[in-house]
């Protein structure tokens, strides 16, 4: 009895240590991989970063009126946000490179349906960072452009724009990403449409006369009072 | 010559019958048939007596052809006067892309007849404009000629305000409206304009009279009457028109930066003629929807200023916001503090150029209400005082533009 309980631990001990055994030149290789994709990745982003401050990249992004891509980058530099990103991905692969190592079936598997992916999530993490960069700059123009006409609610008509966009091109990544299926459509359908109609309704039936007095007073009043007597030309 | 290459076939057909001229004069502003007759109508007779001995070719659109064909013939028939069709835009005051190719067709065609003087009328073709600008250039060997308008207390603002005081503390010449439409240049001027680093199918980045400054060139100013109205050309929206003179003039500064460095106060420059009277008026001013617009803009543009305003300057135009109208005063300190501030963050490209720049204009109506409380009862003479205390305040405060432009980084408070 007592020789068949230590053959059974004997038994068992081997084999997780077997187990162990085998699951450990995995861990050192991820580990390994790990580290390298580390060590790669720094170094792929610190010469990304001094090249791309050498030719001035931020200032150059500004010049092609990508300027709210600053807005949303990390200390207001789009250099480290591309560095960042290069630094991320490098690890990524590296992670992808040491989880092969532990099983290669498995990971054949799952390298596939990544990879199958991937091209997905590239498109909706560039429309989403799209999205952002063109929201901002269409709700500050509409700002600057209401408070230029001396509108009261010009805060409320950028907010709008903002959100309509982000709304827009967030759909769209979710749609592209396959989360929620039919259900992003039709939440984004109700949403368009409800903002639509609301809005509509608001011109159409309960705001109509402030709506006509409001744009009378910004544009027709004011210029011919103000044009009269002073040329700015 | 690599510039009259450019010309059409019919164009260089039409300079070899002509020959040579001395005096070449652009009437872009006569798009219509109608409008040329009356030019030349009032043109023809008047110039043999004011210019005595030129020949004068007198450049026109090419829109305008048809309807003047009588009066093309008897043009023809002088030997010493020749019309000219050409491809012209009509030039709006402040839109320096349109002029800036009217004045490379007027000294296109000027250079292949051989001209000594070129005349851009952009907005007037009074014979007394023509000759008062030509005489200059041709008879006193003067490079540029330009208008000194007489003007009405609030008549061309963003020049008062803006233009003329900080191209006269940026330049160091004090041309009143470096702007102008109506201009005459020298063959001189012309080649240098002309040159390829003054670059054709280049969009300008700074007028022509800036250039004449920064060349070295001889420059004078000659009284007119009062400047001319805006024409249909231009745009009616002020943010529109504001963004595109701060536009040119901002990139004329980056691209001239190595010139005004160096340059310290302002030299006067000669004025030929006598100034027309300016009347003067004890209007009020209504200045309540200005003051309005620029407390909005102090509430919803706060955070657009505040890329560009150092915080002590959006400080002072936030207690400026809460002042009443009848105590409301933008000082000149804050003002240039303001402009200097844009350049600085239009040359750092803080946010879109084209944002920027239209995120001044509450802050300019601001102003613009401030000048018109001060001067709305002052005489004729006491407005030009209030103009030169405003000039002396941007040439004071360069040295802080100049330390600003040169290290950017240095703590601004």
Redesign the interface.
Known sequence: MWNQVQLALNESTTRVVTGFAKLLPGLVAFLVAILISVLIASVLGFLLRRSLRSINFD?KL??W?L?GLSEISPARSPTLLVSRFVYWCVILVGALIGIAAFDATLTEQMMMRVFGYFPNFLVAVILVLLGNVIAR?LA??V??????M?L?Y??LLSLGVKWLVIVLTSAMALEHLGIGGKIVDLAFAILFGGIVLALALAVGLGSKDLVTRSLENQTIQ??E??EE????? | MAVSDTMAPEAKEHADRIGEADLVVALPSCQSGESLDAAIGVLRPALPDFLPNQRIVILHPDTATNSIEVTAEQAGSDASFHLFPYQMSAVG??QEQSLYEDLRSLLQVGKTLGARTYVMMGSETSPGGLRGLAEPVLNEGYDLAVPLYSHRK?????NSGIVYPLTRAMYGARLHYPMATDLALSAKLAQLFLQPAGAPAQNPSSWITTKAVCAGLQLCEVYRDFAP??SVF?P?D??V??AEVLGTLFAGLERDAAFWQKVRGSRAIRAFGRPAPVPAET?S??VH??I??FQ??CK??LE?WAMALSPVTLLDLKRLSKLPVNSFHLADGVWVHVIYDFILGYR?????R??LL??M??IYLAW?ASY?LEVQNASPAAVENRAERLCIAFEDLKPYLLSQWRWPDRFNP
Request: aromatic share 6%; hydrophobic share 35%; net charge positive.
């Open positions: 200032a500004s010049g009126e300027s700059f500050r123009g700002l600057i452009g209401a408070v230029n001396n009261s010009g805060r004011r210029n009072k103000t007597q002073f040329r700015h030309l | 005051r402040y609030f008549d061309s603002l963003i109205a805006p231009e009616t002020l943010s028109s504001l209007a001013a209504d929807e200005m309005e617009t909005r803009g919803d543009l657009i750092q490209r803080v946010i879109s084209e944002h239209r995120s204009t509450p613009v018109a």
